[in-house]
C-alpha cells in the first residue's frame, strides 16, 4: 500500500484526497500540509483516515509519494527537497517551463531514483504529440473560460483588463513561456504541450474570455511533417474552483492510480 502525503488542500487537493480516502486504490492518505491552517483542518474533517496535519513539509517522513496540489510558487520551493527522499506527483506543472528548475529536478531524480510524475490534466491528445513531436512544425492552444475564472490572472490585474464584457474577447496571446507565468492557475494546460512537444517557447497560446460560455474549453491544432491534427475539450469547471476543469481533478486521479497499480500501462 502506497503511503501518501499531499501538499495543498484546496480544490484538486481535496478531491485528490476524498479519493484516496475512499479506499479505491491500494494507498492511504497519512500526511496533508496546507499554509493556509484552516484549509486543511477543513479537509482532515472530510476524511475518515484522518491523516496527520503537520506544520512544515520538513515534517514529512515515513511515505512513498507525495502530491503537489498548491501552487508553481509551491513546486518551485518543495519539489528539490521533496524528490531527495520521495517520489513526486505535481500537478502545478507551469513551474517546470523554468529549465534551471527543470534541469535541476531531472538532475535529483537520477541522483536519488526518485520519479516526478506529471498528470496530462484538462487537455487531450497528449500521447499523439508526444509521437510526433520531432515532426511538428506549428503548435498552439486556445483557451476559452468565463471571465470569473479569468479575473484574479495576473495578467488581468497588470494591464487593468475590463472582464464586464457581453462577447467573447482575446485577452492574450503569445507563447506558454509567459502565458504560464501571467495565468498561473489557468493555464498549466500550455505547460503539459510545451514539454511533451516543441517547448515553451514555440507553443502558442491564446487566451479568450467569454460571458456566454459556461465549460473551460481547450482548443489544440498541431502540424508538421506527419501531418495535423486538432483537439477540442469542452470540460466542465471543477464546482469548487471555476478556474480549474473537472478533467484536471480526474485525470490526477487516473495518474494515482497507474502510480498504485503499475502492471498494466496503456498508452504511450
Known sequence: MKRIALIGCGAIGCEIAKFIDSAKIDAKLTIIFDLNYNTMNHLYTLLNSKPKMIKSVDDINE????IEAASQDA??????????KYDLMAMSIGALLDEKLFNKIYETTLKYNTRLYLPTGAIAGIDAIKSVKALIDEIEIISTK????????LYVKMNNLDLTINKPKLIYEGYAKEAVRYFPANINVAATLSLVGVGASNTKVKIIADPNIHTNRHEIFVKGKFGEFMFRVDNIPSPANPKTSYL?????????????????????
Not at 63 to 66: C, K, Q, W
Not at 75 to 84: F, V
Not at 146 to 153: E, F, Y
Open 248 to 268: 484536471a481533478i480526474l485525470s490526477a486521479i487516473e495518474c494515482l492510480r497507474s502510480i498504485c497499480d503499475d502492471r498494466i500501462k496503456i498508452g504511450t
Open 75 to 84: 513546486l518551485r520551493e518543495y519539489a528539490i527537497k521533496i524528490l531527495e
Open 63 to 66: 511515505i512513498d509519494l507525495v
Open 146 to 153: 468565463h471571465p470569473n475564472a479569468l479575473k484574479d490572472a
